[in-house]
């Protein structure tokens, strides 16, 4: 998933309309503007693309979750459930919101499993912070029954997933709300940025407010606006809606060329029969941003990472140890560290997360390799890098 793959006059053009003008604020200014609103504009292909009813551009991914979190009305003691494999921006949002981080088991799919969500229900179990990890969708038609048994509140992350469907509904539209990233790892990339999506008017309304010290946008005169709620400054600036609007208009491009990389990478890939790939309940609806397969063993899988690492064969990510997308990694979560106290003090954490034992998602991380797709591969590139992970792989193996 790395960003600007695609990067060039398009970035440039967008963002001189916006220098031009001097107009680098998303909102008022309608004289010095002429006519240039970008993230206005980038919101709309947003929603055209992922079929949103609304978009709402942010200042990143992170405050995306938080904003998606508020507009659900998660808040101050609420237990919401998570996934240990993640960026740990959605557990911070959870934390930086009040409510109470809850770990349950994800599974081969590489996210929250319905088993694992069940298994972590409590009496106080208010929502579920889904994570559509590593570019493609959860298990929605194992997950929604649950959700809809146990009337949770569903939240999406889909910071790594825009582009991914299920079944032709966009990640982030299964839930009350949801969240995409543009930061400079991702997909499409603004520099920094994010993107709320929700089909709910009141949720986006929330939203539109939350992010932007609760100002409700109605008319130009921006001092006196109305102020139904208290928000914070979570705005993106029109220079990165700019560069996020360019990106926008070449997804398609990006996801098509990647998935076509993709399906390259993983026939040759599959020769060595003792690799198994992410099983997808929706494989057509793959973002196509990862390849992700597993070893039989955790040993196998780091001594590969160590061999790739030894004869620079690059492009493979190692969550288990090498990332910081795993639960094993975050020793200032498990002490509760912060620069100063936190809800979660004040309640107490509900799971002791220490002795925090998930076998299943250890094992499934331990195992898994991440190939990062590139849309610009030329076949050649692919060759060499599939010939030398192969022949690593099969002496590891052996
Ligand atoms: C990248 C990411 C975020 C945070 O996005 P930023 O734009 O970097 O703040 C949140 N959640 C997930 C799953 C991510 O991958």
Known sequence: MPGMELFGAEERK??????????????????????????????????????????HAVSSGSTAVATALAAAGIGHGDEV????????ATIEAVIFAGALPVFAE????????????EKALTPKTKAVLLVHMVG?????????????????????????ALGAF??????????KTGAFSFDFFKITTAGEGGLFITNDEKAYKLADNFSDHGHDHVGNN????????????????????AVGLAQMRKINELRDKKRAN??????????????????MPDPDGDSGTFLNFFLPTTEMAKKVMKEFANHDVGGCNYWYTNMYHFI?????????????PLAIHHFGAPQDYNKLELPKSQEVIGRLISLGVRATWTEEEMDKQADEMIQIIKRVIG
């Open 14 to 55: 967008e963002v001189m309309d916006v220098l031009e003008t001097g107009a680098l604020f998303r909102y008022n200014h309608e004289e010095m503007r002429q006519g240039h609103w970008k993230a206005r504009e980038l919101e709309e292909e947003v929603e055209i693309f992922t079929g949103a009813k609304f978009a």
């Open 81 to 88: 459930i998570v996934p240990p494999f993640t960026y740990i």
């Open 328 to 340: 094993n990694q975050w020793e200032h979560l498990k002490k509760l560290r912060s620069a100063a």
């Open 222 to 241: 921006r001092g006196m606006e109305k102020h139904p709620i208290l928000g914070f400054n979570y705005r993106i600036s029109e220079l990165h809606a």
């Open 262 to 279: 993709k399906a390259y990478m993983k026939a040759k890939l599959s020769q060595i029969t003792e690799l198994t790939f992410r099983p």
């Open 136 to 160: 493609a969708a959860a298990d929605m038609d194992a997950i929604m029954p649950v959700i809809n048994k146990h009337k949770l509140t569903l939240v999406e992350d889909a910071g790594q």
């Open 166 to 175: 299920y079944k032709g509904k966009s990640v982030g539209l299964f839930g």
């Open 106 to 117: 994800i599974d081969e799919n590489l996210c929250l499993s319905a088993e694992g969500i």
